[in-house]
């Protein structure tokens, strides 16, 4: 079997369940893979070791990265866009102040430097957040539980969860996917080189996870993945791991959009594009910067795996 | 140091230890404090015996972590202000890198130590990391000791022809001791952020979590009990090495350091 | 005499960094078996003149020859149970113990420089001690020591490596006067059988004409020598030797021409 | 120190930095390693020059951070070591909370400062980060040079009826001069680490960033060779404070200190 | 001596940490205007008695007793324009001056302890220097004073205030004879003026009987005064007072009773 590993961008979660379930599974190893997963964190950038090649797949939270990656003349690629819809969300106190978008724009906004430097950006382009309403946030959830007035970013399959069992109530959601921003989260990415000279194994790699992703959204028993995930994150308790599961089902992350027809892990490449051009209207890029279109590739996907 | 004063130096700081306890204690009650923002100090006791079975092992390897580090701080430091001392040349050429490597963020270059070493050996980039923490105090401070020895000292041992490695042995390290002794506190305590910092840039040892996780975890959870419990478990290493290093520094230097004898 | 002498000062100056002119055209040189007594007023650069002939600072102008540095010494190592001689033996004017340990330890020191092991120093250590009164208190600490007893073991030090030039400053300076005498005749005994050569700055005429062949006293600053005067007592001194005319002349002698140095100091000093 | 040896204490280290700068020029440059993996020094120069107007406003943010936090580190571990000096008692009951600050790991308590300080006043909240990572060995260095005054020296002021604080100013404080001077060295470097990573974890700022922000967008944007080019702005900053205490520590002790006089 | 005597040790004692028994049964006064010497030989517990008088070490047993201790001294900061004189001035044993202020400083720190301020110690300061010959040396950093120059500077410090009790511990002892002989008439003259009390330290039995008023003889270790000499000279003492029949009658019992302590010692030694 081919050995591979798969650096992920944060901890062992439900949301990274379809690679956790190809493992346990036994999914990969029938595909000629012995996939190794090395989880990220809250300081962890693994993002140097898909460059260096110390790793082969490495998976994106959305598509600013690789953006960057096309800008920088990175030589890597999206292969897979997992989940077609961002959970990257806004949450504020359902008995707070904050009742509608727009009313998010007057709150103190707990976040974190990867959201500043990212979609904060475009919030505050495209919707006019003021940058002055910034706290930090450090994934410890005691600031916002304390001022019944702030707002914090989220991603919607986990923190409301979060936020319940720690206080009791069900925070306000506003997904940012509801309000424009179009950009592909879960996304896997790997080396230009990788896919030139084995381009077999990448397509096993994502056709695996792909199957893998299908087994763990349908079948009634994931116990095996789950056992994983709260090995390697001992934060992960039944509660989140069914809340995260069964949004990830309603939102459609996997299986909406054009995953409907193409299968999981579909790519558009005008959607790419789209989300470009929102982001170089932003002023995250400059005009003509980047070819959208070098950091992404469909050779892998949209054949309709797993599609009945 | 007598008996009695024995007592009292250890029993002086555990009374005001208690009186905070206390404070700390009454005021969250009255406050009536969520535990969520902040627990009693019995809460976090109550923790720490309730999650011992997870705490333990955790504590453990952020320990191994930590005095590994340290060891290798004080050899390394040691070693490299022995270098330093044989020639000021070799001092200037060489002490801007030290610098360097301190000042450097663990956040920023964490991922090229993580390269460099090899990302399966986790626990070996987290002791470099906590090295790099640690090292420079005692490097520093071992240095301006190896200067300050009594020039009177150091012209017997010109007379007498001794060698490098005597003079370095004989004179130049009993002199460096008290310097030496100061940077240590400083490394141990650094050994030990290094050893929880270490964790977090490199991302926690699957099979063996060290407290860094678990701190991460209850903060994820808003377990802040639990937290309090490891950050407590922390604390106490501190204090536990700290009170190690004094009684470290009296035995080495009580008969003969200003800093340490009583009467004259 | 005949012999080429140990040590050769020849035009010898020295300037300290901030300007201070210590010594100017000091000539000098301690034979074998000499016992040279250097006399000269507070300041005069009597220790500046000692550590350049330790080797522990260098002149500014003038020569110094050393016989030893042409035959250096055996390397460290080397066997040493049989007695070993170091070139050079060191009384400095404080008695620079290392404060860490033990007065056996300070006086075992240039012998443990030499990889002598313990054992093997422990019979000279001890005479070493003994010999100095220091008995009983190889032990102690150089901290719990009083100010003769530091000095003591620091005279102590010197004599255990049965050095051939030993140079000694102000001793005994702060000895009473009875063990100060004792010591003296002990330290004539030994030059005596081992015939070293010796350069013993003091501020007592009377012990430098009693302990030398040859008195040199110095002017002041810029010191150099004004006056020898040699001694020409039998080698034998004893407690007549203090009574004899010959010894009280001699004592007078070095007497007033410290006195005729320093009356120049003092009308310099004036006027400057 | 004579024109010479200055000379000699400058040009040494310049040529070692330029043989290392050259040798990993060459390196980067034989290998064709691409500058996403390691850029060339001279690469990184170009791109200091080249975001100069980017970088310049966010390093002198951090340095004010840093400097600020210096001082105030000297100011509360010197005052600090000064009470501690006046009783063992004192000393021996508060030194373990000067522990616990330090082996706290910022990320862990940074959330809960935020809190206390409140969060709109983020450039405190970075300053007191700052501060807790940088005081500690200043305190512990002081706290040791204090008590390694000269005995016979203390007996001549308690002979004089010095006052406590006559004897502070006048003994103790010159005594622990060089213990100080070694603590001030190591702590310089963490205020400056420390500046860094307070940014880190209070966020990075978007109006006025330090370098922190521009090491953590840069990484998010692999821009290795803007790394690099913080990276060195700090490094740079880092010796450059090196050199400065050194020659302060000149300034202070050439004259009477063993460890800066010459030739006795 | 009808007035009651400036300082009192009763039956004094002192063992140290480790066990040795410094002095046993010490008893001493000195009166206002007395000069008096301590005699004994090398570790009998001169400095350790002088240290407990000044009150820096305290005795395991017996009293002392001050006479300062009940009129206590100005506090600082009081106006000091007008010439002030602390209770105590004190020469220890080594020089122990500040290595990192120059002499100048030095001698002016005790007045600058008691809130002096440099204009107005200058004369002070500058007559004291001069009166130990370092005028010149001012500016000088200690480590830049030879062995002799570094006590000096420590006498004027001592000096410098005008004390009630003077404690000298063998202030003269690294000076030359021409040196030490004009500084013992110097401050023979100055005690003439201020009639302060003092305790003289010293190794040379002509030292004291020349300037003292009471020599006390001290056994070695445990030590305790085994004889008082009372100096029955004139006040007035000069070079004739050195050749005069009761000069040197009274040198030599004060040698003999510090023989006689010491032989003691020595059989006691060599028993032990
Ligand atoms: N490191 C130094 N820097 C400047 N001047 C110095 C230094 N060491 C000594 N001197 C000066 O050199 C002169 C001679 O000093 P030295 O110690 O040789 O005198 P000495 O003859 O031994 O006097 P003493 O009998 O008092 O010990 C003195 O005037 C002293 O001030
Ligand atoms: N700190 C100490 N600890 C233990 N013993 C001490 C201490 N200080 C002094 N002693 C002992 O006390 C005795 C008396 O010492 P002291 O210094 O009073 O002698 P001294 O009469 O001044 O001698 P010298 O003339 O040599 O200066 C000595 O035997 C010494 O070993
Ligand atoms: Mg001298
Ligand atoms: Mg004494």
Redesign the interface.
């Known amino acids: 079997a081919d050995k591979v590993t798969l650096a992920t961008n944060w901890l062992a979660q439900p949301e990274l369940g379809g690679f956790y379930q190809a493992v346990a599974d036994g999914t990969y190893a029938r595909h000629g893979l012995e996939v190794t997963i ?12 898909l ?2 090649g ?2 082969d797949f490495l998976i994106g939270t959305n598509l ?2 690789p953006f ?2 096309a ?4 030589p890597t690629k999206v292969v897979a866009a997992f989940f077609q819809k961002d959970p990257q969300c806004l949450l504020s106190h359902a008995d707070g102040p904050w009742k509608t978008w727009d009313d998010l724009k007057q709150a ?1 906004l707990l ?4 959201g ?3 979609f ?1 950006l475009w919030l505050h382009d495209a919707y006019g957040f003021p ?2 309403n ?10 916002f ?2 001022d019944p007035r702030a707002a914090m970013q989220g991603f919607a399959t986990a923190e409301p969860e ?1 936020i319940r ?3 009791g109530k069900e925070p306000r959601v506003f997904l940012l996917a509801d309000h424009g921003w179009n950009s592909y989260s879960t996304v896997l990415e790997t080396r230009n080189d990788l896919i030139a000279k084995n381009p077999e194994l990448v397509r096993r790699f994502v056709d695996a996870s792909i199957v893998g992703w299908n087994t763990y959204l349908d079948a009634e028993d994931t116990d095996a993945a789950d056992v994983l995930i709260k ?5 992960m ?1 039944d509660g989140l791991i069914k809340f995260s599961r069964r949004k990830m089902s309603e939102l459609e992350l996997l299986r909406g959009g054009e995953a409907k027809k193409l299968g999981i892990g579909a790519i558009d490449v005008e959607r790419v594009k789209s989300f470009c051009a929102k982001m170089v209207a932003a002023g995250m890029y400059q005009e003509g910067e980047i070819d959208p279109t070098t950091a992404v590739t469909v050779e892998f996907v949209n054949k309709g795996v797993g599609v009945e | 140091m007598n008996e009695r004063s024995l007592w009292i130096r250890l029993g002086a700081p555990m009374l005001v230890g208690a009186a905070l306890l206390a404070a700390w204690e009454a005021w969250v009650r009255c406050a009536e404090l969520p535990k969520y923002i902040l627990p009693t100090p019995s809460e976090v006791v109550a923790t720490i015996f309730a999650q011992w079975p997870a705490l333990a092992p955790a504590w453990l390897v952020t320990l191994k972590t930590m005095l590994v580090a340290l060891a290798a701080a004080v050899v390394f430091g040691v070693a490299l202000a022995a270098l330093f001392a044989s020639s000021r040349l070799v001092e200037t050429s060489l002490f801007p890198y030290a610098v360097m490597l301190q000042v450097t963020p663990l956040v920023a270059v964490a991922p090229f130590i993580v390269i460099w070493i090899g990302w399966e050996r986790v626990w070996l980039t987290q002791l470099v990391c906590a090295w790099i923490v640690a090292f420079f105090p005692i490097l520093s401070n071992t240095t301006m000791g190896l200067r300050s020895a009594d020039p009177g000292l150091r012209d017997l041992f010109t007379l007498y022809d001794a060698s490098r490695w005597q003079r370095l042995r004989l004179l130049l390290a009993p002199s460096a001791l008290p310097y030496f002794l100061a940077g240590l506190k400083v490394s141990a305590n650094l050994a030990l952020v290094g050893a929880v910092v270490a964790e977090f840039v490199t991302g926690t040892q699957v099979d063996n979590p060290g407290l860094a996780s678990t701190i991460f975890t209850s903060q994820l959870n808003s377990d802040t009990p639990l937290m309090f419990a490891a950050l407590a478990l922390i604390s106490l290493t501190g204090i536990i090495t700290f009170f190690a290093m004094e009684w470290l520094s009296h035995l080495l230097l009580a008969r003969w350091h200003e800093s340490a004898v009583g009467e004259r | 005499m005949a012999a080429p002498p140990l040590v050769e000062l020849a035009n010898v100056g020295k300037t300290y960094q901030h300007g201070a002119t210590a010594l100017a055209g000091l000539d000098l040189h301690i034979g074998a078996g000499e016992f040279v007594s250097l006399l000269g007023p507070s300041g005069c650069g009597k220790s500046t003149a000692l550590r350049m002939i330790a080797g522990l600072s260098q002149p500014t102008s003038g020569t110094i020859r050393r016989a030893w540095d042409a035959s250096p010494a055996p390397a460290a190592g080397t066997d040493c149970r049989v007695p070993w001689s170091h070139p050079l033996g060191c009384v400095f004017q404080e008695p620079t113990l290392l404060p860490w340990t033990s007065v056996w330890n300070n006086v075992y020191l240039p012998l443990r420089l030499r990889g002598v092991s313990q054992a093997a120093a422990k019979s000279q250590v001890d005479e070493a001690l003994t010999l100095v009164g220091l008995q009983g208190f190889e032990q102690a600490y150089p901290r719990e020591l009083s100010g003769g007893m530091k000095m003591r073991a620091s005279v102590a030090r010197a004599l255990v490596t049965r050095p051939q030039l030993l140079l000694l400053d102000e001793p005994f300076a702060a000895l009473d006067e009875i063990t100060r005498l004792r010591l003296n005749d002990d330290l004539l005994a030994l030059w005596r059988e081992r015939r070293w050569g010796a350069m013993f700055i003091t501020h007592s005429v009377f012990e430098s004409v009693y302990l030398s062949t040859r008195v040199l006293v110095m002017s002041p600053r810029p010191g150099r020598v004004v006056e020898e005067i040699v001694i020409d007592l039998a080698d034998v001194r004893t407690a007549e030797t203090r009574t004899s005319v010959r010894y009280n002349e001699l004592c007078r002698r070095a007497s007033q021409a410290l006195e005729r140095a320093i009356a120049e100091a003092s009308t310099a000093g004036r006027s400057a």
Do not use: C, W
């Open positions: 090395k989880p990220g964190g809250p300081l962890v950038n693994n993002r140097p070791l460059a260096f110390k790793i600013i990265q960057d990656a800008k920088q003349q990175i103190p976040m974190g430097n990867a500043r430097q990212t904060f940058r002055a910034l706290r930090p946030y450090n994934h410890s959830l005691a600031p539980l304390n979060r069992e720690a206080s090995k390697d994150n001992p934060s308790t």
